[in-house]
């Protein structure tokens, strides 16, 4: 029998056949989704995981990160977020590759200094298989630090603080203390500031950080002053130049000028949170109103204060001072003195003619009396006045039925006695004319 031969190949074509037949294989092994399983001597975990050692870590430190669960041989991304209450992003670590077993592992990761102490998640992320494990990063900074709400701040508002680089779980104690000097460099005498006094004591957390903390400051006299940040267990200290402005309260008032008996209310802004605001009229020395301030330690529509009827027309000073704070600000009411005019509904008639009342110019909220004649005549009516001195209603009173000529009304405020008149003419066309009367019988 003849054998089949085959043509010969050429040492060039069997080569380059070699070699597709072994990229193939490689390309089977490689691909991660080619098949199910592992080539033979490697191990796929079943979850993706990453483990940081030191967990905790200085600002600018290295770490080292391993894993496991990852594609054979694929790139591996190594991210930190960075996610804060404004924004969210990741910053790059390091890039590397995993094993044929699916594991990484990084000896060395050095941290950016922009990272800062805080709590992250490092988050490690396959190219190929998009499989990702987190884990959490925990860096501490390399000396105590503090952010204030402000360094310029008022008696007895609320202070907000946040302070880190001290030992994790340990107590800050945060103090308030007179300075020898303002922030500008111009020396004070602490003497006469303020004493030293304890704000708070805050726990920090696993990094050595605290959260946001808000403290009520005292009614601190004005000037510079420290404040004392000092960890309890490690001695660690910092200090921060706060500068105590004094209370600048202002009063307005509504309205600003009136008749004796005005009723006034008052806006004012400036003093203590929620401190208690004495109101004294003139010279008076006994408080004719108490108000209490809001917690920004301002006060709106309070009130009112009645000015008295007894007063002379021209400036009434109204002064404000808060209990606890001990500052006052005067502010001046315009006293107009009362005019009072009278008009009639009627200005002449007969006799027993019913007339009404109005006018103005009286004091505030005053009775007001009429009378005929004079004011020490009889009375006839009486009204009231609203909180401008106008006259708000009135009785009606009646021209005698006795009158001739003319008949003069006069108007007398209660409490200013101010007066004023106006005239009613009476006019009769039967008084000339007498009787008919029949003829007498001779």
Same mark, same amino acid.
């Given at each position: 029998?003849?054998?089949?031969?085959?043509?010969?190949?050429?040492?060039?074509?069997?080569?380059?056949?070699?070699?597709?037949?072994?990229?193939?294989?490689?390309?089977?092994?490689?691909?991660?989704?080619?098949?199910?399983?592992?080539?033979?001597?490697?191990?796929?975990?079943?979850?993706?995981?990453?483990?940081?050692?030191?967990?905790?870590?200085?600002?600018?430190?290295?770490?080292?990160?391993?894993?496991?669960?990852?594609?054979?041989?694929?790139?591996?991304?190594?991210?930190?977020?960075?996610? @804060?209450?404004?924004?969210?992003?990741?910053?790059?670590?390091?890039?590397?590759?995993?094993?044929?077993?699916?594991?990484?592992?990084?000896? @060395?990761?050095?941290?950016?200094?922009?990272?800062?102490?805080?709590?992250?998640?490092?988050?490690?992320?396959?190219?190929?298989?998009?499989?990702?494990?987190?884990?959490?990063?925990?860096?501490?900074?390399?000396?105590?630090?503090?952010?204030?709400?402000? @360094?310029?701040?008022?008696?007895?508002?609320?202070?907000?603080?946040?302070?880190?680089?001290?030992?994790?779980?340990?107590?800050?104690?945060?103090?308030?203390?007179?300075?020898?000097?303002?922030?500008?460099?111009?020396?004070?005498?602490?003497?006469?500031?303020?004493?030293?006094?304890?704000?708070?004591?805050?726990?920090?957390?696993?990094?050595?950080?605290?959260?946001?903390?808000?403290?009520?400051?005292?009614?601190?006299?004005?000037?510079?002053?420290?404040?004392?940040?000092?960890?309890? @267990?490690?001695?660690?200290?910092?200090?921060?130049?706060?500068?105590?402005?004094?209370?600048?309260?202002?009063?307005?008032?509504?309205?600003?000028?009136?008749?004796?008996?005005?009723?006034?209310?008052?806006?004012?802004?400036?003093?203590?949170?929620?401190?208690?605001?004495?109101?004294?009229?003139?010279?008076?020395?006994?408080?004719?109103l108490k108000l209490t301030a809001d917690q920004y330690g301002n006060f709106w529509g309070a009130g009112p204060v009645h000015v008295p009827y007894?007063?002379?027309?021209?400036?009434?000073?109204?002064r404000a001072v808060g209990e606890a704070s001990g500052v006052s600000y005067s502010a001046d009411f315009k006293v107009q003195p009362p005019k009072?005019?009278?008009?009639?509904?009627?200005?002449?008639?007969?006799?027993?003619?019913?007339?009404?009342?109005?006018?103005?110019?009286?004091?505030?909220?005053?009775?007001?009396?009429?009378?005929?004649?004079?004011?020490?005549?009889?009375?006839?009516?009486?009204?009231?006045?609203?909180?401008?001195?106008?006259?708000?209603?009135?009785?009606?009173?009646?021209?005698?039925?006795?009158?001739?000529?003319?008949?003069?009304?006069?108007?007398?405020?209660?409490?200013?006695?101010?007066?004023?008149?106006?005239?009613?003419?009476?006019?009769?066309?039967?008084?000339?004319?007498?009787?008919?009367?029949?003829?007498?019988?001779?």
């Amino acid at each position: 029998m003849r054998r089949q031969r085959f043509p010969e190949l050429k040492v060039p074509v069997m080569i380059t056949l070699a070699l597709i037949i072994l990229g193939s294989a490689s390309l089977l092994w490689l691909n991660p989704f080619h098949g199910s399983t592992a080539p033979a001597g490697s191990t796929l975990s079943s979850a993706t995981t990453i483990k940081i050692v030191p967990p905790l870590v200085q600002q600018g430190g290295q770490i080292q990160i391993s894993g496991a669960g990852f594609f054979p041989g694929e790139p591996v991304d190594l991210q930190v977020s960075t996610t @804060s209450a404004t924004n969210s992003s990741l910053l790059d670590l390091i890039h590397t590759q995993a094993s044929f077993q699916g594991t990484i592992k990084v000896a @060395s990761v050095i941290l950016p200094d922009n990272l800062y102490s805080g709590i992250y998640s490092v988050i490690g992320t396959g190219q190929i298989s998009r499989h990702r494990a987190t884990n959490v990063l925990y860096v501490h900074a390399k000396q105590p630090w503090i952010t204030v709400s402000s @360094s310029t701040v008022k008696p007895g508002t609320n202070l907000g603080f946040i302070l880190g680089g001290f030992a994790p779980g340990e107590h800050v104690q945060v103090s308030i203390e007179p300075a020898t000097s303002l922030p500008n460099g111009q020396s004070q005498d602490p003497t006469k500031l303020s004493p030293a006094t304890l704000l708070a004591s805050v726990p920090t957390n696993r990094v050595g950080n605290s959260i946001w903390t808000e403290v009520k400051l005292p009614l601190l006299k004005p000037g510079g002053y420290n404040l004392v940040t000092k960890g309890i @267990s490690t001695g660690k200290k910092l200090t921060w130049e706060i500068t105590v402005q004094p209370l600048t309260p202002v009063v307005e008032l509504s309205p600003w000028s009136g008749p004796p008996g005005s009723k006034v209310e008052l806006n004012a802004r400036g003093f203590a949170p929620n401190e208690t605001v004495d109101v004294f009229v003139d010279q008076g020395t006994q408080p004719s109103l108490k108000l209490t301030a809001d917690q920004y330690g301002n006060f709106w529509g309070a009130g009112p204060v009645h000015v008295p009827y007894n007063v002379n027309s021209g400036t009434l000073t109204l002064r404000a001072v808060g209990e606890a704070s001990g500052v006052s600000y005067s502010a001046d009411f315009k006293v107009q003195p009362p005019k009072p005019w009278l008009e009639l509904t009627q200005y002449w008639g007969m006799p027993g003619t019913p007339v009404g009342f109005s006018g103005g110019g009286w004091a505030a909220d005053e009775e007001i009396t009429f009378h005929v004649g004079s004011a020490s005549g009889p009375e006839v009516a009486a009204g009231q006045t609203d909180d401008y001195g106008w006259l708000q209603f009135s009785g009606t009173g009646s021209v005698p039925s006795d009158a001739t000529g003319t008949v003069t009304f006069v108007a007398v405020g209660s409490k200013s006695y101010a007066t004023a008149s106006a005239t009613f003419k009476v006019v009769n066309p039967f008084a000339d004319q007498s009787p008919n009367l029949p003829p007498t019988s001779p």
